[in-house]
């Protein structure tokens, strides 16, 4: 039976934060209904073809999960657990930000069988979020938490930011520490990327706002790693962090080259060597699915050979603390990565950025800080 992660996009949002380049609306609400029957009717065509599937993750997220209506989302899950066998503990997380969702909704989501929550917070300091252009308030957020307890969520997410403009030491520590506080089973620290074409490098670009130095933001990352790792949590990707048994099984997959199938404007799928996403825009998403036009909606990133797939399979091994198993890379591919990449791997080690103990390969203190800060540039 193949295994399979399940990825749907919901592309709207109550408001576009200024960072972000994703492929979200927050213009499009008249587009929602036909989109969830799009998304619904692509999950049931694909099932068609794919009878004998193990779905072991399912993530929804986006743009805005929450701020649709609730039955939207319980539809959605329902579609996918008439149309495939679901592992008994399959993990079925959603991306939530305060200021979206209330009791009614969560109390929604858990009975739908959704046991992990992705809260959008990035920074407990409210004139930071506003800065960036969040829709909530540090309140929003603590409430949010407080409710998903009451209706029984036991494994919950927060999302945090550094590097942002006018962000101090301080603000990273206060919300840390805070998060730590709350007990949450997962905390995800991410650096800043200040994307092309965003509102947020035109303020930059301008001297409107102005980002922390790379010392500073370094320090502010190797701050929330010492504070984590001191308190439980373990440092397993590098951005990521969990107590332990909550690490997001769902990324692990997707980092450890498992398959897994996108549903949505632009959802990327792999499968048997495959990467292809789906169009962008929406409208004509729509469209191709209410005209049976499914083909049209995919879009071939990559085919990959043997020489591809090891090469992707270092890179993503590399993003995991643990990085790249020898004896699993030798199990998958027949040969070992030292025989492999020994040109590549010998310049890496004499630059101090990974380091092999004959049982894996993996990025150092002075590697992991590379990758945090400029990772695209890094791979």
């Given at each position: 039976m193949k295994e399979l992660g399940i990825y749907i996009h919901i592309p709207f949002c109550k408001s576009k934060c200024l960072y972000c380049d994703f492929n979200s609306y927050a213009n499009k609400d008249s587009c929602i209904d036909g989109y969830i029957k799009s998304v619904k009717r692509e999950i049931e065509r694909y099932a068609q073809g794919n009878k004998n599937v193990l779905v072991k993750t399912i993530y929804i997220g986006g743009g805005t999960p929450s701020y649709i209506k609730e039955k939207y989302i319980k539809e959605l899950i329902e579609t996918i657990k008439k149309n495939f066998e679901i592992f008994s503990n399959a993990e079925i997380t959603i991306e939530v930000n305060p200021g979206t969702v209330n009791r009614r909704k969560l109390e929604?989501?858990?009975?739908?069988?959704?046991?992990?929550?992705?809260?959008?917070?990035?920074?407990?300091?409210?004139?930071?979020?506003?800065?960036?252009?969040?829709?909530?308030?540090?309140?929003?957020?603590?409430?949010?938490?407080?409710?998903?307890?009451?209706?029984?969520?036991?494994?919950?997410?927060?999302?945090?930011?550094?590097?942002?403009?006018n962000q101090t030491i301080y603000d990273v520590e206060e919300t840390i520490n805070t998060l730590i506080n709350l007990r949450l089973t997962h905390v995800s620290v991410y650096s800043l990327i200040v994307e092309p074409g965003t509102p947020l490098e035109k303020k930059i670009d301008s001297g409107e706002l102005k980002l922390p130095d790379e010392e500073i933001e370094r320090y502010m990352y190797w701050f929330a790693k010492r504070k984590l790792e001191e308190n439980g949590y373990l440092h397993y990707e590098i951005s990521n962090f969990a107590r332990p048994m909550f690490r997001s099984r769902h990324n692990m997959d997707c980092w450890n080259q498992k398959e897994y199938k996108g549903f949505g404007v632009s959802a990327s799928s792999y499968e048997n060597r495959v990467r292809y996403t789906n169009i962008s825009n929406i409208e004509q998403y729509i469209k191709n699915i209410e005209e049976e036009k499914f083909e049209e909606n995919y879009i071939v990133e990559e085919k990959q050979d043997r020489e591809a797939m090891m090469k992707e399979y270092m890179l993503l091994g590399l993003r995991k603390i643990t990085g790249v198993s020898i004896s699993e890379f030798r199990k998958k591919f027949g040969t070992i990565p030292a025989f492999k990449y020994n040109k590549e791997i010998t310049k890496l080690t004499e630059e101090g950025l990974i380091e092999s103990n004959g049982l894996s390969i993996r990025l150092t203190k002075k590697g992991l800080d590379l990758a945090n800060l400029v990772w695209e540039e890094f791979v």
């Open positions: 929604c989501y858990y009975k739908a069988g959704i046991n992990r929550l992705s809260i959008g917070l990035q920074s407990a300091n409210d004139k930071l979020l506003k800065l960036i252009g969040r829709v909530h308030d540090f309140e929003d957020f603590l409430e949010t938490v407080k409710l998903a307890n009451t209706v029984g969520f036991t494994n919950i997410n927060a999302d945090c930011m550094i590097g942002l403009p």
